[in-house]
């Protein structure tokens, strides 16, 4: 080999390296953000078990940036900026206030979201044709929240005073609430709501712990989820018949729960994910609407509160624990 021949060898042995460095596509970098602490969301698992369905492998070929308010929805919109300032392909918000804070926070950055009704609170023009950058699933729960107190009076047939825990910053609850409140009293239930805000949440739990209630319905508010193991202790201690929007607050010990399954929801977003990521645009992409609702009752929590859960809303139910 002569000197030139050398010299050509080593220069294509060294360029063609980054040649093919720079026909590698990127990774996709993909956001999530939740109101409350690392661990405590249901939501996250079902993401990434959706995205691995999908084919993708979390730091391999996908790279999952999170973040967490650790109950403080004032810290939401810095963390959205964060992960923006990333350059995310992709930012996941579960819950109303969530996605409403990155609405304000980007109008070109594809958004999937989780949440209640997301037409009555604005975030996008129609469930068929999204308009914007906001698209995912759509939980419409204001219109089986009445179910939430219709099983519980089935459950305790003298139940009279209900607790109803809700947070009023959530324009997505705010349905559910008034729909709650309007059909109490046909049942002939005196229902207190009480503020799940994070300036609010320990008076209210100190309301739960002293004052007579009879029952407590939580609604499916980010915030509230991430105090279900307090509440399901809570509960526990005052013998307090409750039922849950969270359908895994059962085999944590809740009584009851009437729900979508978040997990399952998120497993689906996660098809949103990988159109986006393949260039769909999320205007193209209609909302889905969660038609599943399930009902789980927890038999030992039951005999703890000294409660016979009736045969007719046992064979009704979707899963019994035992």
């Known amino acids: 080999m002569n000197r030139r021949e050398f010299i050509v060898f080593v220069g294509v042995g060294v360029a063609w390296p980054f040649a093919a460095d720079a026909q590698k596509p990127a990774v996709p970098r993909v956001g999530y953000v939740w109101t409350g602490n690392r661990g405590t969301d249901v939501s996250n698992g079902g993401l990434r078990q959706g995205l691995a369905d999908m084919g993708y492998v979390v730091g391999r070929n996908l790279v999952l940036e999170e973040r967490y308010a650790n109950g403080n929805p004032e810290r939401l919109p810095a963390l959205i900026a964060e992960l923006l300032d990333l350059k995310v392909d992709v930012l996941l918000t579960p819950g109303t206030p969530i996605t409403l804070a990155a609405q304000r926070a980007t109008t070109t950055v594809p958004i999937v979201s989780v949440t209640g009704d997301p037409v009555r609170t604005g975030l996008v023009a129609s469930l068929a044709r999204p308009g914007g950058n906001i698209t995912g699933l759509s939980l419409l729960s204001g219109d089986y929240a009445v179910k939430w107190l219709e099983l519980l009076k089935?459950?305790?047939?003298?139940?009279?005073?209900?607790?109803?825990?809700?947070?009023?910053?959530?324009?997505?609850?705010?349905?559910?609430?008034?729909?709650?409140?309007?059909?109490?009293?046909?049942?002939?239930?005196?229902?207190?709501?009480?503020?799940?805000?994070?300036?609010?949440?320990?008076?209210?739990?100190?309301?739960?712990?002293?004052?007579?209630?009879?029952?407590?319905?939580?609604?499916?508010?980010?915030?509230?989820?991430?105090?279900?193991?307090?509440?399901?202790?809570?509960?526990?201690?005052?013998?307090?018949p409750a039922i849950y929007a969270w359908s895994d607050s059962v085999q944590q010990g809740g009584l009851m729960s009437y729900s979508a399954d978040f997990f399952k929801l998120w497993q689906r977003a996660a098809r949103y994910v990988d159109l986006i990521i393949k260039g769909a645009r999320p205007a193209d992409l209609p909302v889905e609407q969660a038609i599943g609702v399930t009902l789980k009752v927890n038999l030992k929590t039951a005999k703890a509160l000294g409660l016979t859960i009736p045969p007719a809303l046992l064979a009704r139910a979707d899963e019994v624990i035992e």
């Open 154 to 240: 089935e459950v305790v047939p003298n139940l009279r005073r209900v607790a109803m825990l809700w947070n009023p910053d959530n324009s997505g609850t705010a349905n559910q609430t008034n729909q709650m409140l309007k059909v109490a009293p046909n049942l002939g239930l005196d229902l207190i709501a009480l503020s799940a805000r994070p300036a609010e949440i320990e008076s209210s739990l100190a309301v739960l712990r002293t004052a007579g209630f009879d029952g407590l319905v939580m609604s499916d508010d980010t915030l509230i989820e991430s105090f279900v193991p307090q509440l399901i202790a809570l509960t526990a201690e005052r013998r307090l």
